[in-house]
């Protein structure tokens, strides 16, 4: 039986063969997640219904299963019909996450298409897409050290 909150077979799986430096994607439910998939990367799709689940549920259930090192925001855009003034909500909600998980990573901004670009990577093992409506919800992940 799992001591920690994640019980998802599939990804515990890729988590379980994942090592130092591995990326993982929690996308939003807007995210092109199968055609941006890293070539040695599994996509698991959870997106039930809008909304159902989302980006920081997934993100609290990861961060009890395993360490993370670095984690990436794809930057909101600032001009346009997606436009947002200041950071997305969603990305308080990850560093509530976070510090409840005693882990002091902060969030580090890239570019939209160079987020892309970040993903599509040898490195990028798992890309877990969620039905989160939230804009720039898309967290990026890389695996740490366990040093217990």
């Not at 994640?6 to 439910?29: C, F, K, S, T």
Request: net charge negative; charged share 15%.
């Amino acid at each position: 039986m799992l001591k920690h909150q994640l019980i998802h077979p599939e990804i515990n799986a890729v988590l379980g063969r994942a090592g130092h430096h591995a990326r993982i994607l929690i996308a939003d439910g807007n995210y092109p997640a199968s055609s941006t998939l890293g070539p040695n990367a599994q996509l698991i799709s959870l997106n039930l219904s809008p909304g159902i689940v989302s980006c920081t549920q997934v993100l609290a259930a990861v961060l009890s299963a395993i360490p993370i090192e670095a984690a990436n925001t794809m930057m909101y855009e600032t001009t346009g019909p997606y436009a947002l003034t200041a950071d997305p909500p969603v990305w308080a909600d990850y560093r509530r996450a976070f510090a409840a998980a005693n882990n002091p990573v902060e969030l580090r901004p890239i570019e939209k298409w160079e987020f892309y670009k970040a993903v599509n990577t040898i490195d990028h093992v798992l890309t877990i897409q969620t039905a989160d409506q939230q804009r720039f919800a898309n967290l990026l992940l890389t695996v740490g050290v366990r040093m217990d």
